[in-house]
């Protein structure tokens, strides 16, 4: 049974629903307790609050459950110590620290045993699980422990006196989550800005490529701010830094409106007034060492108010996805809306993290670093197969249009041919017709008038040489009249010219011309000299054969064409068939032609056969 839009639509709802649920069950477990027993924690401790480069010998306070942070509104750093004792029911000790982030600085019988860096401003950031081996000897001796850090940055997880062997083992998995994951992906993320940079070069106007490239980019310099350890300037400044790249929501809502063709002008235009007004406040934060601000008595924190601005621009992003599935249900849309989906339910677990005391949520890191990578590849893959997709299309199009040009090419050439074959035959149908008027009007009138004047001297030698002269020239100009384009018409004109002639010498004549001759041109030194063979044939069987019969055809074979001249006199003399037999087979090999001449008493025939390879069909 067929699926309904709207089926799909409530299916893709629940797995909006549920997914980002599921990922976080598998990133919890992946990131699942410590391996460490909780017999181990520390649970009771004293702490200070004191910028001493030592641990102090007063204000210390004792404190029965969690960690105080020390924290004052509107203080930029905070200097915090801590002290609890070694157990003895520990052997080879070892001090474990789930996830520090911060300046730690350990010290155990009045010396330092270990620190992430010297406690001077831009302090030395540390990202991961803290493994310290503390003294044998010392069990039962204080352990004190340092945290400088900025007010807004900084914590850690459950602190643990345990045997080296379950710390390290549980150090190095918690290694693999904080720092290996995170430095694994960020290569390929940034290959992906890359190589969608390189695209929206070569192709600027599809600017959806330049946002997704500014997108990931953000993102990799987000991630790339939150892995570094050695920070290079104020941590005002570098922590307003981290913040602002966090606008990598803004590039990925004005990329999604663009790739899925949703005009959104003016939610645009909100969202980046928003982000402009909060980075003019952050700098403003920034750049007085301030956390927080103070209004009517109270401070508050400006960065809480950041990341929930965050969140709902998150939400927003997620809104324009479901618009483009709404729009063009396919995998592409349906894909990166549950992938947003994932990262707005990952972001308020990383929110409620960061705001809540150590332990209140599974896990030890922040998750959003490997969730938000999703989407981003997603949509780089999606991009990639595009770009490569829109290519391939460009490249059958180019060899279209090559092949179409190229058609159109040897269509022209054709016709140019075409039409300089027919200026060519143009101009020699012009040239054949006034050779024919000149002949018609001049040689041919002049030979008339002469054999007007020979008879009246009675003359009978030189009328014959006359009318010889008059009938070769007129073979002459029915071989090149234009009308006479075809062997039929050829022939009908001689049959025209001749047929009189016949019945004065008491011939009885039988024409036949086949109707298919009439598709078979012949140039005109081709069509004079089957009139010349014709015209030989004719005149020996009038002169010499004595009969009274003469049948003449003209018909097409399989391959060619046959012409026959055929009489009952009683055959012609051995010398008039060999002369006969010379001059005729001297035209026919010039047409390609073959010729037999056989003369017996009774019937004289003389055949010709014409291949077709040697005429050309009319056109």
Sequence with gaps: MAISRRQRLIGLGVLYLTLPLLVLLLLSWLDR???????????????????????PDEGWSPTSEGWPDGRRDGEPFTSI?????????????????????????VWQDGQRVFRTGEAVQPLHYNHSSISVPLIDSAIGSSVFVRLTRQASAG????VYIAPA?????DAEEQAFIQQQMPTTVLPVMLSF?????????????ERHYGWYALTIAL?????????????????FWFFSLNHLLLNWLLAELFFINRYFAIAAPRLERFCAWVCILLGIVHLTIASQ????LKFEGYFFNYYAVLEVWYLVLAIIVSARYFTAVRRQLNFDSASLWLAS??????GFRDFLYAILPPGSLPGSVFYLQYVATIPLLLFGIQLIRRFARDAYTAELRNEELNQLVEERTAALESTYRKLSEEERKRALAEERSRLMRDMHDGLGGQLVHALALSEQVDDEDLQRSLRLALDDLRLIVDSLSPSANSLQDLMASYRHRVSRLLQRTGFNVDWYIGDETDNVKLKPNEALSVLRIVQEAVTNAVRHSGGDVLSISVKQLADGLQLTVRDNGEGMPESVVERGLRNMKVRASELGAGLNIRSEPGDTTITMYLPLSGVAPAS
């Design 33 to 55: 307790p410590y391996d460490v027993p909780g017999d181990y924690r520390v649970q009771a401790t004293d702490w200070a609050r004191s910028f001493s480069e030592v641990p």
């Design 81 to 105: 110590w801590y002290r609890f004792e070694v157990p003895q029911s520990v052997p080879t000790p070892v001090l474990y620290i789930a996830y520090g982030y911060g300046n730690f600085d």
């Design 155 to 158: 914590r850690f997880g459950f």
């Design 165 to 169: 062997e379950l710390a390290k083992r």
């Design 193 to 205: 800005a890359v190589v969608v940079g390189a695209m929206f070069l070569m192709r600027p106007r």
């Design 219 to 235: 993102w990799a310099g987000h991630s790339i701010h939150n892995m570094a350890e050695s920070i290079p300037f104020s941590h």
């Design 289 to 292: 060492a301030i956390d927080s």
């Design 341 to 346: 989906g994932i990262v707005i339910i990952v």
